[in-house]
């Protein structure tokens, strides 16, 4: 693989790994968000506080969860790229 290739590939990589930790709490968040949303606007009740406080607990709650997914992912790929380094680095053949 030539050194752009290289590069480009780590990048993707990188970015699929960035989506799959951050994409559990992110969708979660989405998700209470969205439900209270509906709720306060079918109750007419406007309190900031609602939408905020249920989404962080909610998002804590995932990423206690998920944190065992999240470090192996993260693990994986920096043992990966670490042994493209340690062959030789970006580029190097």
Same mark, same amino acid.
């Given at each position: 693989m030539g050194g752009g290739a290289e590069i480009l590939e780590i990048a993707r990589? %990188?970015?699929?790994?960035? $989506? &799959?930790? !951050? @994409?559990?709490? &992110?969708? !979660?968040?989405?998700?209470? @968000?969205?439900?209270? =949303?509906? $709720?306060? =606007?079918?109750t007419q009740v406007q309190e900031l506080t609602l939408v905020f406080v249920p989404r962080i607990i909610v998002m804590f709650i995932v990423i206690a969860l998920c944190l065992p997914f999240m470090g192996g992912a993260l693990g994986h790929f =920096?043992?990966?790229?670490? %042994?493209?380094? =340690? %062959? @030789?680095?970006i580029g190097g053949g």
């Open positions: 990589e %990188a970015f699929w790994v960035t $989506l &799959m930790v !951050a @994409g559990p709490a &992110m969708l !979660a968040g989405l998700t209470v @968000g969205l439900s209270i =949303a509906l $709720l306060q =606007a079918l =920096a043992t990966e790229l670490y %042994a493209r380094i =340690a %062959a @030789g680095g």
